[in-house]
Structure formats: structure tokens, C-alpha cells
T-cell receptor, first 116, second 110 residues
Framework: GAVVSQHPSWVICKSGTSVKIECRSL??????MFWYRQFPKQSLMLMAT?????????EQGVEKDKFLINHASLTLSTLTVTSAHPEDSSFYIC????????????FGDGTRLSIL | QKEVEQDPGPLSVPEGAIVSLNCTYS??????FMWYRQYSRKGPELLMY??SSGNKEDGRFTAQVDKSSKYISLFIRDSQPSDSATYLC??????????WGAGTKLIIKP
């Protein structure tokens, strides 16, 4: 149980393109979903927290207009990297929790984004 | 000083050895403690989840929490080459936001 699916797993696109990443909880309804960014050989950096039907809460230093998050249902959250540039290239990972906030986060397999 | 300290390694041990991975922390409010395993280019996979102090065992894995010392451990018995990965500790207080260790890269040599 507690399976989180993330799509696509890898995307390469030109600078200036907008890229959408989907995160789905397959076998549970996620009260809260999280978006992380991970640089090589580093730990996870939380970008934002989203609850279904409400605006995402962004961490300090994360540009809201650059990284658009939509949590339209209890099983789907999307992250759109708008007008992507090479410095946005990274590994993006989503996670979700089921039920109370003290439950552990379950992660998707991540999306490798490469901007040329 | 970071809230959570974890030796990045790499830690290299022979197959079959007992592995000990550790994290220390400074915030006494942390109550929930997790260990995740992350293979290269994959998302973290939850291994162990414990609340407060004590031990928890699941197959070859044992998690220990010592709140008095602000120290948590993950033991892996009969280590296998497939256990080679980065192991991340994470913890939180009553809020859901996780505070992560840097991750320890583990290498099990056949």
C-alpha cells in the first residue's frame, strides 16, 4: 500500500519551455502532498507543501511564479516549472501522506529534469 | 550546527556484515523518526518509522531511538549487495515537516 506514482521520470527540453510533472497517490487519498528538489549527492530540499483545494505553501527562497503547484484532487498534485532555464535542471520528487500529519511520507520515484 | 547530523560516508562493508547507521539531532521536540533508503535516481523508500524512544524490528532491519541522547540508529543484519544505497534519516515534531539528515552512502562488497 501507499504507492505514489510520478510522471514523467525523465524529461529533456529546451530553455524557455514550461514542464509539468504529475504526482499521483494510487491506492490512498493524500491529504497533503510535498514537492522536493534534490541536487546530486545532497539531501532533499523541501520546495512546497500542498493541500487539496487550497494554495500551496512555499518554502523561503522558492519562486511561486516559477514553480506552480496545483493540488486539484486528493490523488493528484502537479508541479509546473514555467519558462525553465538550465539552472532549473534537477531531480524533483513528490511525496504524500495519508491521514494525520504524523504519518510518514511516501515518495514517488522522482523526475529528472534537464533543460538545454 | 545542523538540526540533524548524519555522516555522509561512504561506508563500505563486506557482504554479510552487520551495518550500523546513525544520526544525531539537537531538537528535543522531535517525536517521529524515519529511515529511508534511496537508490540512485529513485525516490526515497520508507524503511522504518518509529515514534518516541525504543526499538523496532522489521526483518533484517532494526531501528533504535534514544531520545535522552538525541541519537537514532538503523542496523542491517546479514547485509547484501542489494542493500547498497544511500540511507537517509528524517524526523519531525508534531508538525509534518521532515528534517533530513545528509544521507549515508552504503556500499556492500560481494
Amino acid at each position: 500500500g501507499a504507492v505514489v506514482s510520478q510522471h514523467p521520470s525523465w524529461v529533456i527540453c529546451k530553455s524557455g519551455t514550461s514542464v509539468k510533472i504529475e504526482c499521483r497517490s494510487l491506492d490512498f487519498q493524500a491529504t497533503t502532498m510535498f514537492w522536493y528538489r534534490q541536487f546530486p549527492k545532497q539531501s532533499l530540499m523541501l520546495m512546497a507543501t500542498s493541500n487539496e483545494g487550497s494554495k500551496a505553501t512555499y518554502e523561503q527562497g522558492v519562486e511561486k511564479d516559477k514553480f506552480l503547484i496545483n493540488h486539484a484532487s486528493l490523488t493528484l498534485s502537479t508541479l509546473t516549472v514555467t519558462s525553465a532555464h538550465p539552472e532549473d535542471s534537477s531531480f524533483y520528487i513528490c511525496s504524500a501522506i495519508l491521514g494525520p500529519s504524523n504519518q510518514p511520507q511516501h515518495f514517488g520515484d522522482g523526475t529528472r529534469l534537464s533543460i538545454l | 550546527q545542523k538540526e540533524v547530523e548524519q555522516d555522509p560516508g561512504p561506508l563500505s562493508v563486506p557482504e554479510g556484515a552487520i551495518v550500523s547507521l546513525n544520526c544525531t539531532y539537537s531538537n528535543s521536540a522531535f517525536q517521529y523518526f524515519m529511515w529511508y533508503r534511496q537508490y540512485s535516481r529513485k525516490g526515497p523508500e520508507l524503511l522504518m518509522y518509529t515514534y518516541s524512544s525504543g526499538n523496532k524490528e522489521d526483518g533484517r532491519f532494526t531501528a533504535q531511538v534514544d531520545k535522552s541522547s538525541k541519537y537514532i540508529s538503523l542496523f542491517i543484519r546479514d547485509s547484501q549487495p542489494s542493500d547498497s544505497a544511500t540511507y537517509l534519516c528524517a524526523m519531525s515534531d508534531s508538525n509534518y515537516q521532515l528534517i533530513w539528515g545528509a544521507g549515508t552512502k552504503l556500499i556492500i562488497k560481494p
